[in-house]
């Protein structure tokens, strides 16, 4: 509030004297001479002076600020909500993040209104995950954090009942790592923070025998531990919380599948939201397993300073397990430019430090993609953390599955909410504003890779075209340049690839993000989950065609149909009997009907 570092203060005044930087090294020796063992450095000792500090100026500007000292929240009809804040709070939230950090009206008002918001949790815990998603302040940022991850009320208690002094098998490690974990912050290189941080990590040993300290661990209790700094028992529960809601089984004993799919699944998200980025990465060799561990191990704690780690953790909190990933995925896009002109060896020493990047772009283009990213994209099996309901009925595929393609697999399920099944998404006319028409694209577009007959025995009512992957490719296993024009109109929507029992899948998708189109995926299933939820028709006697107003051109991106037209109709036909009424067996039209 003062606008002035307190040390930089004493020092000025000559309160506290800065030794000059050879007498702060701890331990200095020379050969045939005695050790050097410099002062204690007189500023990390406990001193009972008081010393006053002129706060006139602060008091002139807070009588002079128009501020809303206690910002209402009330409850309509069961449902929480707040006055709308001023006009210059609303300018505020525009700027940049670390503009408003040091505006003091903004940052009053805002550590008001989540102080009131924390009187009422958790019955305001909606007003506080929907606050943190503009920004936490840092006085109240440990409240909020222990808030959003659930931390129980008597965690005091269940921190307590743990005996965190007797002797352990890890004590040896611990005491070689927690000396290295952020040794550039006064509170966590001082004694008493190298005694928290053992304190906290055993306690967390102690009460989860199923998992094992890895290194990095470390890493990931630094910030819970410095913002909880006198509260060691809330910075073992939120880290606690933490891990159990976003790293799962990453601290197994033997998490090498855990690792493998998560990375794999990592690789189909650069291919998805990048795709020149994701295939020359894929081109060079250049695989997650050489720089991203420490970065899903630890969520970027052991990578970045702990101020960039504070606030990608309040965007994390508050998206889940998806954020990270996608975090991941931002990063390498703000230096895409410099990785799209290195080679293997230039990226292998660019990431032997940590990335230099603006963690608040960084931010904005992870929520940017987690927007236009699916549940089951990033749906995974060994994850040890309890899947969305949205998508527990939903099988992922196996690792080998996972890292035999570049691209995402998504849900039928997803797959209407991204085809929005049920519209007519075909591409249509509308006019222009000098009265020409121009092409109207739906949200997505399967494009079936079967055969023309296959096709035709089973397809979609609307918004797909028939791509024959025989016919497709080149001999380098590049797209086909008509093929791409094809495409071109769809560029930047959901290309879903439709495919008998995937085999052809992978390769036609690699052609897809080698042309630089993105948002590729696979449906997972193939064509028959579209037939176990009845969407398939058979041409031409089950759909209804609607012509467009421009002439046809002999393709099916140029039919309008809607899916009302198929409706249920009870048949006695049973599954034997269209296998054997079917020259294609489960695979062709007979098999709709069931």
Not at 29 to 45: C, E, F, N, T, W
Not at 80 to 92: A, E, M, N, R, Y
Not at 370 to 388: F, H, N, V, Y
């Amino acid at each position: 509030l003062l606008d002035i570092g307190l040390e930089d203060e004493f020092i000025r005044k000559g309160y506290v004297a800065k030794p000059p930087a050879v007498l702060r090294i701890p331990e200095f020796s020379r050969p045939g001479a005695l050790d050097i063992k410099p002062q204690v450095d007189q500023s990390m000792l406990y001193n009972p002076t008081v010393y006053r500090l002129d706060t006139s100026g602060l008091a002139k500007r807070l009588c002079e600020a128009d501020l809303d000292l206690f910002p209402e929240i009330v409850s309509l009809d069961g449902d929480l909500t707040q006055t709308k804040p001023s006009v210059k709070i609303l300018g505020s939230q525009q700027l940049p993040l670390l503009i408003r950090e040091r505006d003091l009206d903004y940052q009053f008002y805002r550590v008001q209104l989540f102080r009131r918001l924390l009187r009422g949790h958790p019955y305001t815990q909606p007003l506080v995950r929907l606050e943190a998603r503009v920004d936490v302040p840092n006085p109240v940022r440990a409240a909020v954090w222990a808030a959003i991850l659930e931390v129980p009320h008597n965690i005091q208690h269940i921190y307590d009942c743990v005996d965190k002094e007797a002797p352990g098998a890890t004590d040896h490690q611990l005491a070689v790592d927690i000396p290295r974990c952020h040794q550039y912050d006064a509170l966590l290189s001082s004694p008493a923070g190298h005694q928290l941080f053992k304190r906290v990590l055993k306690t967390w040993i102690i009460t989860n025998p199923n998992f094992v300290y890895w290194q990095g661990l470390d890493s990931l209790c630094a910030p819970f531990l410095l913002i909880n700094f006198n509260d060691e028992a809330t910075a073992y529960g939120c880290m606690d919380s933490f891990v159990k809601r976003y790293q799962g089984n990453f601290f197994l004993k033997d998490n090498s599948r855990v690792m493998q799919e998560y990375l794999a699944i990592f690789v189909h998200m650069i291919s998805y939201h990048d795709p020149e980025l994701g295939f020359h990465l894929h081109n060079i060799g250049f695989i997650p397993e050489l720089y991203a561990i420490p970065w899903f191990l630890t969520c970027f704690a052991h990578v970045f300073p702990l101020e960039k780690i504070m606030h990608i953790w309040d965007s994390l909190i508050l998206c889940g397990q998806t954020m990270i990933m996608l975090i991941g995925v931002a990063i390498l896009k703000d230096i895409r430019d410099v990785l799209l002109s290195f080679d293997f060896e230039q990226c292998i020493l660019l990431f032997s430090d940590a990335p230099d990047v603006d963690v608040e772009s960084i931010i904005v283009e992870a929520r940017a993609m987690l927007e236009s990213t699916k549940l089951s994209m990033c749906a995974r099996q060994w994850s040890g953390i309890p899947p969305d309901p949205r998508i527990a009925d939903y099988t992922v595929p196996d690792i080998a599955v996972l890292k035999s393609q570049i691209c995402p697999c998504v849900s039928v399920h997803d797959f209407m909410e991204l085809s929005m099944l049920g519209a007519d998404i075909s591409p249509r006319n509308s006019p222009r504003k000098d009265g020409s028409k121009a092409h109207r694209y739906g949200p997505a577009l399967a494009i079936d890779i079967r055969t023309e007959a296959e096709f035709e025995s089973g397809h979609l009512e609307s918004g797909s075209i028939n791509i024959p992957f025989a016919t497709a490719l080149l001999g380098d296993r590049s797209l086909k340049e008509e093929v791409y024009d094809k495409l071109r109109p769809w560029r930047g929507k959901p290309l879903i690839i439709i495919d008998k029992r995937n085999k052809s899948a992978p390769a036609f998708a690699e052609a897809l993000i080698q042309a630089k189109l993105p948002k590729v995926c696979i449906l997972n299933g193939g064509v028959s989950a579209l037939r176990i939820q009845g969407l398939l028709v058979s041409a031409p006697s089950h759909s209804r065609v609607e012509e467009s107003d421009e002439p046809r051109n002999g393709t099916n991106s140029d039919r309008s149909v809607s899916l009302g037209t198929l409706t249920a109709r009870p048949l006695s036909i049973t599954t034997e009997d269209a296998f054997l009424q079917s020259p294609q067996g489960f695979d062709g039209g007979y098999y709709d009907n069931i």
